[in-house]
Structure formats: C-alpha cells, structure tokens
C-alpha cells in the first residue's frame, strides 16, 4: 500500500466525516486527486464503510462483558453464530481457537440484564458459558493505520 493510501487512511480512521478538501490539505493532494484515491480504497475494499460511534453508556448499555461460548459436546454447533447474531446485546462475536469455539462481546444495562442474557444463550443453545465483566475500558477502536 503506498503511504499516501495510509495517510488517508490513518485520518478517515479517526474522522469519518472529513470532506475531501480539508482531507486533501490534511495529507497533501488535491480534492479530486483525494477523492479519486479515497474511491479506489472503496472499490479495492480496504475502506468497508462509514459508520456513527455510539458511546454504550449514554444510550444505557453501562455493563460490557466478554462473553466465551463453550459447546458442550464435540460437535460444532452451526446454529450458535446464528443465534447469537439475533441477540441485540451482543455488540461483537469472533470464532476463536482454544477452551471456547467463540468469544462475544456483551453490552448491557445491568448485572440482571447480563444474567437473563447468559441464561437465554444457555437455554437456547448446548453450551457452557464464561464471563468477564469489563471494569473499565482504557481505549477501543484504535485505527489500524497511522
């Protein structure tokens, strides 16, 4: 990639919303020399999207936990990724190696809330879970670049 490329990207990465001009003066090009290079990481993918950053806690989601998902046979369940992808409390789910065969990140209102969701996910599904409750979060959504 070359280092314009990750130039633009390292400040879209940081502020989604910045117009083209103000990114051109920012790394050095053009609007449209800018423009056509931002549309070239959309089409290559690289550039995926463009989304809002919602604080959890104002919209009340106080309570983060990792979630590790366990089966309880040997058999993979494909129906866990499927249920867990209807479950609006869980913000984030990765297929991992190790104990668990999937590891999810909650957002909640309160401990009771985390405990009803543990409860469903158990219910639903044959699995054994493991929770972390986050006690404070000291940075997220780091840009890949720059």
């Keep these: ?12 990465s940081r502020d989604g919303r910045m117009s083209f001009t103000d990114l051109g003066k ?3 090009l053009s609007t449209s020399a800018t423009q056509q290079r ?9 550039i995926t999207g463009y989304r809002a ?3 959890p806690t104002r919209v009340g989601r106080t309570l983060t936990a990792f979630v590790e998902i366990q089966p309880l046979g040997t ?4 129906r866990v990724p ?11 789910c990765y297929s991992v ?20 969701l543990l409860n469903l996910i158990r219910r639903e599904l044959p699995v054994n879970t493991v929770t972390t ?3 404070r979060t000291l940075f997220r959504h780091r840009p890949l670049v720059g």
């Design 38 to 46: 931002v549309r070239r990481l959309e089409q290559r993918g690289i």
């Design 1 to 12: 990639m070359e280092q314009m490329d990750e130039a633009i990207l390292a400040q879209l």
């Design 133 to 135: 409750v986050v006690l």
């Design 53 to 55: 950053v919602i604080d």
């Design 82 to 92: 499927e249920f867990l992808a209807t479950l609006p409390q869980v913000t984030s």
């Design 26 to 28: 920012t790394v050095g």
């Design 97 to 116: 190696a190790g104990d668990a065969s999937y590891l999810c990140l909650a957002q909640v209102g309160t401990t009771e809330e985390l405990d009803d």
């Design 75 to 78: 058999d993979r369940d494909d």
